[in-house]
C-alpha cells in the first residue's frame, strides 16, 4: 500500500524520501526516513529476503502524517477495487522460478541429457539435502585459509610459462602470495579510466563453441543447483562478458564474447568449491579442475574455456580532519561477502566488486568502467534497482545521468572530485576467471560530511568495516588475515601501494613490494 500511495502521488521513492525528509523538519516530527529505509518498507522485506522487523515509532508516525492511514494499512497488500470485476488467474512464476528453470533446461542440452533429466536429479539431490548440514559445510568451507589455497594450487600448477608467474608482494614485513596469475607489466603498471582509453571490444559469436559437459561436470552442476536452491543463493541468468583475446601489454585492450550467467556457474565456479573441500578434507584428486583446467597453458587458452571475469575496487574516500579520529585522511572499505552470494561467500573483499557483464547495452556496457561505476551506485549508493538478481531492468539507460543517485551527481558535478584507476589485471587460478583490480578515491573532503551517512552495503555484504589510510599498524593486521578472497587482497594491495604515491599526507603506510616472476 506504501508504494501505492506514493505512486498516486506521481513520485519515486526517491523523490518521496526527500520529501518525508522536508515533511519532518517542517512539522518538527523526529522521524527520518532514507531512500534505502523506503524501499525495504516498501518491499514488505529485507534485501536478504527476510521479513521487516518492526518499524521505528518515530518512522511510523511520520508516515501516518503524510498518508493519515495506519502503518498497519500502509504495509499490508492493497486491497482489491470492488468495482471492478477480476478474473481469477494463477499467480505468475516469481523470477527466480523462471531462471533456475532455465538452469536446469542449460544443463540438460550441455550434458546431452535427455529433456528432464536435470529436474529428475536435483529433485533426488534436494530430498538428501539438510540445510543444518549445507550450513556446516558452508562454515568449514570459510575456514580453509587463504594461504592454503596458495599452496594448493602451487603444488597442483608446478610447470612453468615463460613470463608468468603469481602474484607476490611484501607489506610491511610481511611476505604476501596468492592465487593471481599474470605477468608483471600488468601489476607495474596504472591506467586510468572513463577517459577513453578502454578498448575491449565485443565480438559476435557463432554458436557455442565450448565443449560439452562430461559426467563428473554435469554431476557436480547437478548438485550445485540442489545447494543452491537449499541455501536461497541468487542466480540471475544474465550474460556475462568473456574474455576471448587481450593485449599482454595493456590488459584494458582485447575482445569479449558473451555466455549465459549459467555457463560459468555451474563450469568454472564448480573448481573453487571442489578445491575448498579437497583442502578441507585434506583429499587428494581434483577430477573437475583435472578436466577443465589441467595446466597452466588451459588457463591461458581463452577460446578453449569460459573465462568470466570480475571488477572490482579499493575505496578511498577523502574525510576532513575530526577531533576523535585525528588527521585527514582517507576512509578505506572492506566487505564481509554474505553467504547469499554465488561465489566468496564469507570473506573478506574490496568493495565494490561484481562480475564484469552488460545490462542492456552489450556494446556500451564493456568498459571496465562501466562495471565499476555501476557497482559503486549499486553496493554503496543505494540504487537497489541496479541489482540484476532482483528483477529486470526495464530503464532503456539504467546509468542515465538523470537517474543518478544524488553522491554520484555530486562526485559527477566538478572535475576532480573523484579518480578511477585500473591498478592491476590477472587471472585468478581459483576459478581461472579474469579479474580487474582498480581504485576509486574520492579526492573532496567534503564528500564524506555531505554522504558519509548514506554510504551503505547492500545484499551482498554481511558487514561493512571501515579503515584509515593513517593505521599502518591496522591495515597490516587486516592484510595478515587468512579470510580475504585472493581477488580481494590482490586489489586490496595494488590499491594500497597507488593510493600510497598519490595520498600525500593523507596516507601513512608501509611500502607495498612487489616481488619478482
Not at 211 to 237: F, H, W
Amino acid at each position: 500500500m506504501l508504494e501505492e500511495k506514493i505512486r498516486e502521488r506521481r513520485m519515486t521513492l526517491e523523490e518521496f524520501a526527500e520529501y518525508a525528509e522536508t515533511f519532518a523538519r517542517e512539522r518538527g516530527e523526529p522521524g527520518t526516513l532514507g531512500l534505502r529505509h523506503l524501499q525495504r518498507l516498501a518491499a514488505g522485506r529485507k534485501p536478504s529476503g527476510e521479513p521487516l522487523g518492526p518499524v521505528r515509532a518515530v518512522t511510523a508516525r511520520l508516515l501516518e502524517s503524510i498518508f493519515q492511514v495506519s502503518i498497519e494499512e500502509l504495509l499490508a497488500m492493497p486491497a482489491p477495487d470492488d468495482g471492478l470485476v477480476r478474473i481469477a488467474t494463477a499467480e505468475p512464476p516469481v523470477r527466480a522460478d523462471v531462471e533456475f528453470a532455465a538452469a536446469l533446461d542449460w544443463l540438460d542440452d550441455r550434458a546431452g541429457w535427455p529433456a528432464g533429466t536435470s529436474r529428475t536429479k536435483v529433485r533426488s539431490g534436494l530430498s538428501g539435502l539438510q540445510p543444518g548440514a549445507l550450513l556446516d559445510r558452508r562454515a568449514v568451507r570459510t575456514k580453509v585459509g587463504r594461504r592454503q589455497l596458495v599452496r594448493a594450487l602451487a603444488h597442483y600448477y608446478r610447470g612453468e610459462v615463460d613470463g608468468y608467474g603469481m602474484y607476490r608482494a611484501g607489506f610491511g614485513g610481511q611476505d604476501v602470495a596468492t592465487t593471481m596469475f599474470g605477468v608483471s607489466e600488468w601489476w607495474t603498471a596504472v591506467r586510468p579510466l572513463a577517459d577513453g582509453g578502454e578498448r575491449l571490444k565485443l565480438l559476435q559469436e557463432n554458436g557455442n563453441t565450448l565443449p560439452m559437459l562430461d559426467g563428473a561436470m554435469a554431476g557436480a552442476a547437478a548438485s550445485k543447483l540442489a545447494e543452491s536452491a537449499a541455501l536461497g543463493v541468487r542466480v540471475a541468468n544474465l550474460p556475462l562478458y568473456r574474455l576471448l583475446g587481450i593485449e599482454q601489454g595493456n590488459p584494458l585492450a582485447g575482445t569479449v564474447g558473451l555466455v549465459p550467467f549459467v555457463e560459468y556457474a555451474l563450469t568454472a565456479d564448480l573448481l573453487e568449491s571442489e578445491l575448498v573441500d579437497a583442502v578441507s578434507q585434506r583429499r587428494g584428486g581434483l577430477p573437475l579442475r583435472d578436466e577443465y583446467l589441467p595446466d597452466l597453458g588451459a588457463v591461458l587458452d581463452l577460446p578453449a574455456r569460459t573465462c568470466a571475469g570480475g571488477v572490482l575496487a579499493l575505496c578511498a574516500i577523502a574525510r576532513p580532519r575530526d577531533r576523535f579520529r585525528g588527521e585527514p585522511d582517507y576512509a578505506l572499505l572492506v566487505q564481509e561477502r554474505s553467504g547469499h552470494v554465488l561465489n566468496a561467500a564469507g570473506r573478506l573483499a574490496v568493495i565494490p566488486k561484481g562480475f564484469h557483464q552488460p545490462l542492456n547495452d552489450l556494446r556500451g556496457d564493456v568498459a571496465v568502467s562501466a562495471t565499476l561505476l555501476r557497482e559503486l551506485e549499486e553496493e554503496l549508493f543505494g540504487r537497489a534497482e541496479l541489482d540484476s538478481t532482483t528483477g529486470e531492468t526495464r530503464a532503456a539507460s539504467p546509468m542515465h545521468p538523470g537517474r543518478w543517485s544524488e553522491p554520484m551527481r555530486w562526485l559527477a558535478a566538478a572535475p576532480g572530485r573523484m579518480r578511477l584507476e585500473c591498478t592491476g589485471f590477472g587471472f585468478n587460478l581459483v576459478s581461472g576467471n579474469y579479474e580487474y583490480a582498480s581504485l576509486i578515491v574520492i579526492e573532496d573532503e567534503d564528500f564524506w560530511p555531505r554522504f558519509g551517512g548514506q554510504v551503505e552495503a547492500n545484499w551482498e555484504a554481511a558487514g561493512l568495516q571501515l579503515y584509515s589510510s593513517l593505521d599502518g599498524e591496522l591495515i597490516g593486521d587486516l592484510v595478515a588475515r587468512e579470510s580475504w578472497s585472493n581477488e580481494g587482497l590482490f586489489a586490496l594491495l595494488q590499491g594500497l601501494r597507488r593510493l600510497r604515491e598519490i595520498g600525500g599526507g593523507r596516507v601513512d603506510l608501509p611500502a607495498v613490494e612487489l616481488s619478482g616472476l
